[in-house]
């Protein structure tokens, strides 16, 4: 049976919903009808993965959501709220914006992957959040968007993400018209590597979970951290990069335990150094 973990003491209704089962942590954005990015949700989430960067008993990281929105993007109520202050709010939009742009960060520079399970609408900051996470899975439900343009806000922080995940024609198609995608064109455009009917949806995700986490954490972290790093590089500097990264890798314990079990044909015993 899964670990039940609350966020906040006292707060076991929290905007974040944790749960940890053979090695993999769910967190389930928790404030539907929205499940919107206000600040406390992404303290919650910030929080936990600060929380399991170090924590050996988490090997993966699967981010899901109740209800039939994965995720709004930011609380505009919550933002519109502090227009009355003196700055026209200001401080706060500084602040909103930062949450996030740390924590989209923390997710792709997090040692263990990250899964997005999708189901329902994932619009602006919510794309956001998809687009960071290193998989995505969704259900033929599942739809997509940055309707920022629609309403007088460029999604010009989602367009990160969603820029480093589909070709620029595409993303500007999104970014610039602000419709709503399918499942299927998201797929087509690389948001998402597979669309599952929603009822296998939990399924998939945590056998794709659990095969992950049957790997050597140590050569998973090491790869995802080299293939986040070469891809900001240029060609030369991305190969003697990588090269570096295989040389280390090769000395690990995991890596000889690892080539050992294929040649002898047996499987192989992770040390995780």
């Known amino acids: 049976m899964a670990e039940v973990v609350a966020i906040k003491p006292a707060v076991a209704d ?25 600040l406390a949700t992404m303290a919650a989430l910030q929080a936990e993965f600060d929380r399991v960067k170090a924590d050996k008993s988490v090997r993966v990281v699967i981010l899901a959501a109740s209800g039939k929105v994965f995720c709004a993007g930011h609380d505009l109520k ?12 200001k401080a706060f939009f500084e602040k909103t914006f930062a949450a996030c742009a740390l924590l989209m960060q923390t997710i792709v520079r997090h040692p263990k992957p990250v899964i997005a ?49 589909v070709s620029r024609k595409q993303a500007m198609e999104m970014l610039l018209t602000g419709e709503t995608i399918d499942a299927a064109t998201a797929k087509e455009f690389g948001l998402i590597n597979r669309i599952v009917p929603r009822e296998y949806l939990n399924q998939v995700v945590n056998k794709y979970a659990q095969t992950i986490a049957s790997k050597s954490s140590l050569v998973v972290k090491t790869g995802k951290e080299a293939f986040y790093a070469q891809a900001e590089m240029g060609l030369a500097d991305a190969y003697a990069h990588t090269s570096r990264v295989m040389v280390e890798n090769m000395l690990a314990r995991d890596a000889e335990e690892g080539i050992g079990a294929f040649i002898g044909k047996r499987k192989p015993e992770w040390t995780d150094k």
Do not use: Y
């Open 14 to 38: 929290g905007p974040v919903l944790v749960s940890q089962d053979k090695g993999v942590l769910r967190l389930t954005l928790a404030s539907p009808p929205a499940n919107a990015l206000s």
């Open 78 to 89: 919550e933002m519109t709220a502090h227009r009355a202050e003196p700055d026209r709010g």
């Open 117 to 165: 399970e999708v189901d329902g609408l994932a619009t602006a900051a919510g794309l956001q959040l998809v687009a960071s996470c290193d998989l995505a899975i969704a259900s033929h439900e599942a739809t997509f968007c940055t309707p920022g343009v629609n309403i007088g806000l460029f999604c010009s922080t989602p367009m990160v993400a969603l820029s480093r995940n």
